[in-house]
């Protein structure tokens, strides 16, 4: 797998080169300077983009292995009692998809704020604060869901249903305080004033994976529970 | 704002506390350093937990002075109990498996040398990767504790199966607390080995230096890149497993006990689970794991060849191709581990063919290997000879794979010790002998010193000849029905096997002894070695471009640019008769790949 410095070179520039700090050896901010190099291109994903790709697929690979596992435990044993869903875990959805939105709008106002003169106040941490409250409406809708299951004699070892039902929910309900705790290290940041873009990104697609996640499990528990 | 995540992330400065230093360290070198010598204290209790077993198999009732100490009521009068034997081994497999295997050569090595690698200054997320070691280190300590609890650590083996593993104390010794302690410590481990994955893949992919195309990456590093995407995809599933195995041990669900199952006269309050669900979720993890253990190994040990061959691999890109089948296979190969569990024959043919395909690329592996050896003036030396010695067992360990991947043959091997010869020979002392490798390699690097080469291969020797000591004969053991995880062989068929046991049992400890031979050469060369001059093995990569040990920012501030590919040896350049990577030098080169 020789390769000699006599080929010809292959630069594919992407993009034009943004101004950075020296430091990592990285190539992302780095032109080629000579036409000698076979560099592969100029530009590549930041790792948070990468990195937070990695945290879904391991926890895609979780849900993907609790949904098996609860396929595989239905076809066990006939002791497979049906459940009755409690109705606020779809008002659960409608309030964790609107928190996606209200994301999506603070990405867009820290966008203008960051290209636009900071001496315009345009408070770009309030959706941001909306969201968070949103998240925290729904894990306590969440916590209200287990008491509504729990007057009805529904316990995590009651049957098979509702040990899948407390766990989703409960695993995931996790997966969204760490969310929270996300956000308020995002706020911390943007207020700050030294919020990266890609971890403001970053979050960002944990989050609206957050609620991919819970509408996927919404219809699991509501098609096999 | 711009988009300098990277650069900020990956550049912190040089700390000056003692804390900071060496202790919660955000340095990718230290907590490389921090994995191997995790990796080496686990080895040491795994390799001791061992002799006891091997003492107790040839010698069942021999006193073993002081083992009291371990445990009052398992080794009473200095006897272990049947129990605690199976509460050693799993213990010795636990440590073996999880803080050997998957930390020394994955996590201590990948740590070290992925950055250098890449040319980059740092992990992407430095606090992530701090994380990972303590997070991993809380997983040792927990799994310490349970020779501390009441009836002692657990004794469901490494693979823990339900339901047994699920029920509590009514299922006797060994399964009350150390479950849980067990399965918390794995839970706790699944979490660190994902932020170690979380900082190789974005690093691999995202921090290369200028020039660096992914062809251009050392083999190691391909190999730990692989085995990340392994790690990512399977402790992310373990997790889960043993959080329902958890549940089930201590909240009273059923997810992995059935119906109507008596065990000492008690009816268990348990309904409806599947045993089989627990053997699924863990070796859907189980396989990919050994996979971890050896591919790494597999990159080392080719690294380690080429530079001592001095001439590249018959091909890089294919090496690489056939590490990555066998990632990807692994997952679909692991059924051939519940041959006799109950499943549908029909699974098992559907998980013997893959297991059969499996060892084409393993084979294109060794033949790279050997075809690249064929007619190479290698050098000899420690790491050479340890990775010789990785070929040598991984092909031992291989063959009897051909015989265990086919169902009508395995179901009768099956639980014998021709697995336990199968599977020591491949992912442990393969394994092992690629960490070994590893170390005499990059010693100098790692530590600024040059190990003692002469006690280097006389550790070699020594091993090379005590492992197959050890492991061959459990070959014949096992076809003459000895069957594995037994205590004592008190059945007529096998008690003309004792003999034999007894062999292993003096070469186990013969095996163990010389190991000392490498901690006292470790040890020494770290303070006393020669010191280490920058690029002691005329190696092309990127390590030997820098000081030994390498500066707290891997390349003391220089943006590394990249000009060759890793592995220019038999040219012709000013240096000799090889080119480094970051050498601007224009060579022509000889070894082109057509």
């Known amino acids: 797998m020789a390769t000699t410095v006599q080929q010809p070179p292959k630069v594919e520039p992407r993009r034009s080169p943004q101004p950075g700090p020296p430091g990592n050896g990285g190539f992302r901010n780095l032109l080629p300077n000579d036409g000698s190099l076979r560099a592969v291109q100029d530009h590549a994903p930041a790792p948070s983009k990468t990195g937070i790709w990695v945290v879904l697929a391991a926890i895609t690979m979780s849900f993907a292995a609790f949904t098996s596992a609860l396929v595989v435990r239905q076809g066990a044993a006939p002791d497979w009692h049906h459940l009755t869903l409690p109705n606020i875990l779809f008002w659960n959805t409608l309030v964790l998809l609107a928190s996606s939105v209200t994301l999506e709008l603070a990405r867009r106002r820290v966008a203008v704020f960051m290209g636009g003169p900071r001496t315009v106040d345009l408070s770009p941490a309030r959706w941001l604060y909306v969201t968070a409250f949103l998240g925290v409406v729904f894990v306590i809708g969440q916590y209200s869901a287990w008491l509504q299951l729990r007057s009805q004699g529904l316990y995590l070892a009651t049957n098979p249903n509702s040990s899948f039902f407390y766990l989703l929910t409960a695993i995931h309900g996790l997966h969204v305080l760490g969310g929270l705790i996300g956000l308020t290290y995002v706020i911390r940041k943007l207020n700050r004033v030294v919020l990266r873009r890609t971890t403001l990104d970053s979050f960002s697609y944990y989050w609206h994976f957050m609620g991919i996640l819970w509408v996927y499990l919404l219809l699991l528990l509501w098609m096999r529970l | ?594």
């Not at chain 2, 348990?270 to 050896?294: C, D, K, N, R």
């Open chain 2, 1 to 594: 704002m711009h988009d300098t995540s990277a650069h900020a992330a990956a550049h912190h400065g040089p700390p000056t506390s003692f804390i900071r230093k060496h202790i919660f360290s955000l340095d990718h070198k230290v907590i490389g350093k921090q994995y191997y010598g995790l990796g080496l204290a686990a080895v040491i209790i795994g390799m001791v937990l061992s002799w006891i077993m091997r003492i107790h198999l040839g010698w069942t009732n021999y006193a073993i002075p002081g083992l009291h100490l371990l445990s009052k009521t398992g080794a009473p009068g200095d006897v272990i109990t049947p129990e605690y034997y199976l509460q050693v081994m799993t213990m010795h497999a636990t440590f073996m498996v999880f803080f050997v295997l998957t930390v020394a050569p994955f996590a201590a090595f990948g740590n070290f040398f992925i950055p250098i690698h890449t040319g980059a200054e740092d992990m992407p997320f430095p606090h992530f990767n701090m994380m990972s070691f303590w997070t991993t280190f809380v997983a040792f300590c927990v799994m310490l504790l349970s020779f501390f609890v009441g009836d002692g650590p657990t004794l469901g083996g490494w693979t823990q199966y339900a339901p047994l593993s699920a029920l509590g104390p009514v299922a006797g010794p060994g399964q009350g607390s150390g479950v849980v302690i067990w399965a918390t410590s794995i839970a706790i481990f699944c979490v660190g080995q994902l932020f170690g994955a979380l900082n190789f893949i974005p690093n691999i992919l995202d921090l290369r230096c200028k020039g660096m195309s992914m062809w251009r990456l050392p083999l190691p590093t391909w190999a730990w890149f692989i085995t990340s995407c392994m790690g990512l995809t399977s402790f992310s599933v373990l997790m889960p497993a043993v959080i329902l195995l958890i549940l089930d041990h201590v909240a009273g669900t059923s997810f992995f006990v059935p119906s109507n199952l008596v065990l000492n006269d008690q009816l268990q309050p348990h309904s409806g689970g599947s045993t089989l669900l627990w053997q699924h979720l863990f070796w859907f993890f189980g396989h990919p794991e050994v996979y971890i253990a050896i591919v790494p190994g597999m990159g080392i040990i080719s690294h380690v060849l080429i530079t001592n061959m001095r001439k590249p691999m018959l091909s890089h890109r294919i090496l690489v191709y056939s590490m990555g089948a066998l990632a990807v296979l692994s997952y679909m190969v692991y059924g051939h581990h519940m041959f006799v569990s109950g499943m549908n024959p029909v699974s098992s043919i559907a998980f013997s063919f893959p297991t059969l395909l499996i060892t084409i690329p393993s084979t294109i592996i060794v033949l790279i290997w050997i075809g690249s050896l064929y007619g190479a003036k290698i050098r000899i030396n420690a790491a050479s000879l340890f990775a010789l010695g990785f070929i040598s067992l991984f092909i031992t360990g291989g063959v009897s794979g051909f015989f265990l991947a086919q169902p009508s043959i395995q179901i009768l091997l099956h639980a014998t010790y021709f697995v336990v010869a199968h599977f020591h020979f491949t992912m442990a002392i393969a394994a092992i002998f690629g960490i070994f490798s590893g170390t005499y390699f990059w010693f100098p690097k790692m530590w600024g010193r040059m190990m003692n080469d002469t006690l280097g291969k006389v550790h070699f020797w020594l091993s090379f000849i005590g492992v197959y000591a050890i492991f061959m004969p459990m070959h014949y053991l096992g076809l003459a029905g000895n069957v594995r995880r037994y205590q004592a062989f008190v059945v007529d068929y096998m008690q003309p096997l004792v003999g034999v046991h007894q062999f292993i049992t003096i070469a186990a400890l013969f095996t163990g002894a010389v190991q000392f031979i490498f901690i006292y050469n470790f040890i020494h060369s770290r303070f006393w070695g020669e010191p280490a001059p920058d690029n002691p093995w005329q190696g092309t990569s990127l390590e030997w471009s820098i000081p030994s040990p390498p500066p707290h920012d891997n390349f003391g501030g220089r943006h590394v640019v990249v000009y060759h590919d890793p592995y220019q040896y038999g040219v012709q350049s000013s240096t000799g008769d090889y080119v480094m990577q970051d050498s601007p030098e224009q060579v022509k080169t000889i070894n082109e790949e057509p």
